[in-house]
């Protein structure tokens, strides 16, 4: 008897002693200061949001959902906010994705019918970003990433029923499967209204999908001019900053820093107009603007007006070429009032090429007044040699040579006079507070 009194003493011992070797902290992934190594949770646990944590979204939306400042949100997996259903972001709200690879990677779709109200405002803007971001809420530059790093997740793609010119009413955005019908743009809904983006930054965007099928910082296929888009920083894209695909969107205020492609990029003849707009380069970007004619038999013509461009050249390395800006397909519209500055020796603004005799198209629309080019300044005082002067600059690839018998309305400045209002821009951008313009 004596013995299994014993017995017992010497287990409610060792009990005892395993639990107190039970390292405690805080068991919680999501936490800030997560503890691998903890066994038991001690309640230490500190989230990017004191009070609200995180909230990991994994499937589609289908009915209304707000997701408010008080939390953090994780993007896992390609995310739709499906037709009839809206998504509310509130101002200050932070949204961290993860990675992902190809049609798994994580991308936030607002589909036709579908309707996203983020409005965020100067003091509180609302940022997408990278899971591996360790910014937190309130914070506007990240402490460990910077713009090199890219494609470390998908984008924002808005869609909408607004005409395209496309050789059928509705197709798929790109960097979205054919598998998934949320993908789907087009339409006949001119007026089309998909919600409100303001004060808005994305940030590390651009994973590819596939060989040339990477997602743009934000893509706008179809979009109608009831929505409402102004005030948007796009950061360290691997593909396009902003491309517009068709519809009738207007927009303004928009930035694109260090992308890896083109900065604004307008496809299938979409007829609306951006005031106000930047973009500053690096060592990776392309063009400033890449701007394409209709597909099919659909027309459209764009505005672009009061726009600063900000090319790369770091001593003299110009990384891809960092171009100002290349208009193909029988493109037609206006650019207004920009100005250029820091572009490399041999950066030109040019009427390109492209198959069934594009370069004369464009071309003959030059010559023609509906494409037009007005008040452009360019300052090159940094250059010694290459394209110094707008004779240099300005490039006709046809042997139409329009730039020789219609000479664009632009001038070598040393100081602008045109351009974007930087203002816009100050407080709530990333590229303003790390001095990039």
């Not at 005082?381 to 046809?398: E, P, R, V, W, Y």
């Amino acid at each position: 008897m004596k013995k299994r009194h014993l017995i017992f003493a010497v287990a409610i011992a060792a009990s005892t002693v395993f639990q107190a070797c039970k390292k405690e902290g805080c068991t919680d992934s999501t936490a800030t200061n997560y503890d691998e190594k903890a066994k038991e949770d001690d309640g230490s646990c500190i989230y990017d949001n004191p009070g609200g944590g995180t909230e990991t979204v994994s499937s589609n939306i289908t009915s209304n959902t707000t997701w408010s400042a008080d939390k953090t949100y994780i993007l896992s997996g390609r995310i739709a906010v499906e037709d009839g259903a809206t998504l509310t972001i509130e101002a200050g709200t932070l949204i961290k994705a993860k990675g992902g690879t190809e049609a798994n990677a994580s991308v936030l779709i607002i589909a036709r019918g579908g309707k996203i109200m983020a409005q965020g405002t100067a003091a509180s803007p609302i940022i997408f970003t990278s899971e591996t971001d360790q910014i937190k809420a309130g914070e506007i530059e990240s402490p460990n990433l910077d713009e090199s790093d890219k494609g470390l997740w998908g984008g924002v793609i808005i869609l909408g029923k607004a005409p395209i010119s496309a050789d059928a009413s509705e197709v798929q955005i790109e960097g979205i499967p054919v598998s998934d019908a949320n993908g789907l743009y087009g339409g006949s809904v001119s007026a089309d209204n998909s919600g409100v983006f303001s004060y808005v930054s994305i940030r590390h965007g651009g994973t590819s999908i596939g060989s040339g099928n990477e997602i743009n910082g934000l893509t706008l296929g179809g979009v109608g001019s009831g929505t409402t888009i102004d005030h948007v920083e796009v950061v360290a894209n691997v593909d396009d900053g902003i491309e517009f695909f068709g519809g009738t969107v207007d927009a303004s205020d928009l930035l694109v820093w260090a992308q890896g492609d083109d900065a604004f990029d307008v496809d299938q003849a979409w007829s609306g107009t951006v005031d106000g707009f930047m973009y500053i380069g690096d060592a990776e970007s392309d063009h400033a603007l890449e701007i394409d004619g209709p597909e099919g038999s659909g027309t459209g013509s764009f505005t672009l007006t009061n726009g600063t461009l900000i090319g790369y050249n770091d001593a003299g390395a110009c990384g891809d070429g960092g171009e100002y800006a290349d208009f193909r397909d029988g493109a037609t519209g206006t650019v207004s009032n920009v100005y250029a500055e820091n572009f490399c020796v041999d950066a030109d603004w040019e009427l390109d090429g492209g198959d069934n005799d594009s370069v004369l198209v464009v071309s003959q629309n030059y010559t023609a007044g509906s494409l037009v080019f007005s008040s452009i300044e360019i300052k090159t005082s940094h250059l010694s040699s290459g394209n110094t002067a707008i004779t240099d600059i300005f490039l006709d690839k046809s042997y139409l040579d329009a730039f020789t018998t219609d000479p664009a309305d632009a001038t070598i400045v040393t100081t602008a006079t045109v351009g974007a209002t930087s203002s816009e821009f100050e407080n709530w951008t990333w590229a303003h507070a790390a001095g990039a313009f």
